[in-house]
Nanobody, 119 residues
Framework: QVYLVESGGDLVQAGGSLRLTCTVSGINFKIYGMNWYRQAPGNQRELVATITKGGSTNYAHYVKGRFTISRDNAKNTIHLQMNSLKPEDTAVYYC?????????????WGQGTQVTVSS
């Protein structure tokens, strides 16, 4: 019943900004942390940012100072504010549930949202 829907990706010029949204259903959202991942063609899916249930955040080094992850528990959403975008940020961006253990039905992905940064 877990359902993740990513949105907000677009084609933007280098230096521009985008705000991605992940809408979550099927879980008690407020008690779980969440992650943003991205995957470029030919690459492994990589962790971009994470946010705990309490709002603490961590980022991959290559996005620190440019990206901000946030959550809105009232709307069961997380966001990724992406500023100063670079062509190397081009990827499909996915959200998923941050799990300490393993819950098979929560180990899932949405369809992702394409971010393309032109130079």
């Amino acid at each position: 019943q877990v359902y993740l829907v990513e949105s907000g990706g677009d084609l933007v010029q280098a230096g521009g900004s985008l705000r991605l949204t992940c809408t979550v259903s099927g879980i008690n959202f407020k008690i779980y942390g969440m992650n943003w991942y991205r995957q470029a063609p030919g690459n492994q899916r990589e962790l971009v940012a994470t946010i705990t249930k309490g709002g603490s955040t961590n980022y991959a080094h290559y996005v620190k100072g440019r990206f901000t992850i946030s959550r809105d528990n009232a709307k069961n959403t997380i966001h990724l504010q992406m500023n100063s975008l670079k062509p190397e940020d081009t990827a499909v961006y996915y959200c998923n549930i941050k799990l300490q253990g393993f819950i098979a039905e929560y180990d899932t992905w949405g369809q992702g949202t394409q971010v393309t940064v032109s130079s």
